[in-house]
DNA sequence: ACCTGAACACCGTTCAAGT
DNA sequence: ACCTGAACACCGTTCAAGT
C-alpha cells in the first residue's frame, strides 16, 4: 500500500512547473520557514502565481508534497524498529529521528501539530501515521516495563512536538536536553 | 526599583487614545493571538495607524505595555516563593504560574521566547528577569537535593517555555501532563 | 505635542481569458 | 489541460501635513 497515491501523468510542461516550484519552495521553507512566501516562490520558479496555485491548492498541500519522500523513508523506519531494538530504545531512536525531521524548516513543528489536529489538512493522514508509529512504540515500551503506565501515546506525541518546538526556539543542544529530560520522566527508573 | 519607568504625563488626548489602544490590543491579542493586525487595532480603537505606531513603535512594544501589570505581578510572586515552601513545591509552583500567563494570548510563548534570546526587543527585560527568576528557585531546588545536579536553569526556561507552547497547540490538559512529567525527569527522585 | 491618512511595498487567493 | 496575470481584499510601516 503506497501511501502517495497515483499520480496520473501530467503534461510535460506541468511536470517541469511541478518540479521547479517544489525545488524552488523547499529552498524557501528551509531559509525562511513553512510561511515563506508563496507569490515569491512562484516568482523564483519563473510561473505565474495561479500555476502555484493549480499544482497546490493550499499551502498545506505543498508542504505535503515536498515531505513526501521524507516522511515515506519516516514510515519506513518506524515500522522496522520495534523488534530492532530494546522497546525503550526503539522509542528513543523514534522520537530523536521525527525530531530531527521537523528540524527542516522553521516552524515545522508547529504545522505539523495542525497537520494532526485538523482533519482537512492535506498533512492530517501522514501526521495521523506518525502518531500512530508512535503509539506503537510506546505501547511497547509500556508492555515492556520500561515506560510508566501511565504514560500515554499522545504524551510521547507531545514531548516530541514540543522537543521539535524547542529546537526551532532555542538550540538543537536544548532540544537534546529536553529530550533526555523528557525520557527520565516517562521512564520507569 | 520600579520596573515601570517614569513616564511622564501625556496630553489628555493623547491619554485617552493609549488606554483605548491598550484595551483594544488586549482584546485582539486575547481573540486573533499576539500577531493580530495592528491596523485593525487601530480602526477598532477609533485612531489613525500613525497614531498606534506613535505610542506603540513595535508590536513588541505594545505587547510589553500590555504585559506590564501581568509581568509585575508574577516578578512579585517569584521574588517571594523562595523561602515560602519546600524548594521543589516553590520551582514547580513557579513553573505553572507562568505557563499559566502565557496562555493569555496566542502565540505569547514564542513571543516571550524571541523576546528573550533578542537583546533589543521592548520585552527583554521582563524575560530576563522572568529567567533569573527562574534560575534562582532552580538553583535552591539543586541545593536542597531535589533537582539534579546536572539540570541547568536554562532546562526549566525550556520546559516552561515548551508547556507553554503545548497549552497553546493542543489542550491544558496536556500541558499539565507534560509539565508533570518534565519535573519527574528533572527530580532525584 | 499629538494626530491623520496617503503612500509604499508587500501579502494570499480567485478566476476570466488566453494558449 | 494548463498557464497567465489582473483583481480583490487585506497587511506593516513611514512620514509630510495638519491641529
Known sequence: MSTTGSARPLRADARRNRERLLQTA???????GVEASLEQIARSAGVAIGTLYGHFPSRAA????????????LFARGDSLPGERVA???LTEWMRLVAAHAAAYHGLAEFLGRGLEDENSELHADCTRLAGITERLAGQAREAGALGAHVTGAD????ISAVSWTGEQTSPGQAERLLALAVRGMTTR
Open 26 to 32: 523547499d529552498a524557501a521553507f528551509g531559509e525562511h
Open 62 to 73: 505543498l508542504a505535503a508534497a515536498l515531505l513526501r519522500e521524507r516522511h515515506d523513508e
Open 88 to 90: 525503550l530504545d526503539a
Open 156 to 159: 510521547v506525541t507531545a514531548v
